[in-house]
């Protein structure tokens, strides 16, 4: 059974906890009778700040964290409405908090600035408690979304990141491929994959251990990071197995760029961290494939596959194209 947390819904005394947490609300006002005494029973790590140029308003919401907008709908130098509709339109301030500070009466404004998307409205003349509770539900709530979207974010990362090695994994590497080689979507440069498998690696576990394998993966990840460029892709593809997708990248590049890996993690054997003075040198072999008009992810994935396979056949510790 999900609990309410799990729902998405809160009791008020998880919702309280938010309350600890540090706020920034920005006041929107050029008629000098709103001031910070209006919201002075808000505790010490409630931050205000009031803002009479509202062009200058709107360029710190886009930039900084903000976590509550108090505005004036009876501006005097700008459409107050105008500002609500900007706060809501724009991206990067499209989920913050809008409280509306109304005259009482002044209902066509105040139906006005709700229909634009304003959370909620305070009348003046202002009732202290009113303005504090209303601040404090917006601000838990602002600060509960928070954590849904950081959670979310998480989320997201560690499905497409391999625990291990922090590169992507491979559901990663299909979904990327396939968006790439879409109709249409189709580099006017082939692309290029490397598959690189460890030789011989199953005896490293058994000499050294399970542990100290994963080191010697964790550094090769890193090693691949190393020598690829900001656009090609590096995938930890199966346990001792690594992709690499390089964009724009023709056979004759590739392997170029393949040898050279090769070569590099040849010369230089995995350090295992100073506490364990040892250090294990492996060597690696690599199947190559390029793109072809029309091809699929799997075709050229197949490719390289076949060419790793014949990487092994023929001694390993080799390039095959
Ligand atoms: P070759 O590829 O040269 O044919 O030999 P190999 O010994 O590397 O090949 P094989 O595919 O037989 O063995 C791969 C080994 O990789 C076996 C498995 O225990 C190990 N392995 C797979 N995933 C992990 C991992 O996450 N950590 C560690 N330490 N070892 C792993
Ligand atoms: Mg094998
Ligand atoms: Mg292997
Ligand atoms: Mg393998």
Redesign the pocket.
Known sequence: HATGAELGILTNAKLAEFDNLDSRVMIIDDTGDVDESLVAPLPDNCRREIYSDVKEALNILRTEKVDLVIVNLNLEGYDSLRFCSAVRTLNETRLTPLLALVRQGDTRKLVRALDLGVNDYITRPVDSGEITARIRTQLRRKHYIDQLRESFQVGLELAVTDQ?TGLYNRRYLANHMSTMFDVGGQAKMPASVLII???????I?DTYG?DI??VV?QGLAKRLTGSIRGMDIACRYG??EFVLLMPKTDAATVSIVAERIREEIEAEPFDLGSDRNKSIPITV?IGAATSHEGDTPQAILKRADEALYRA?EQG?NRVVY
């Open positions: 291990l498998d460890v030789d011989h690696f199953k005896p576990n399970h394998g994963d993966l346990g001792e072999s092994k390993r």
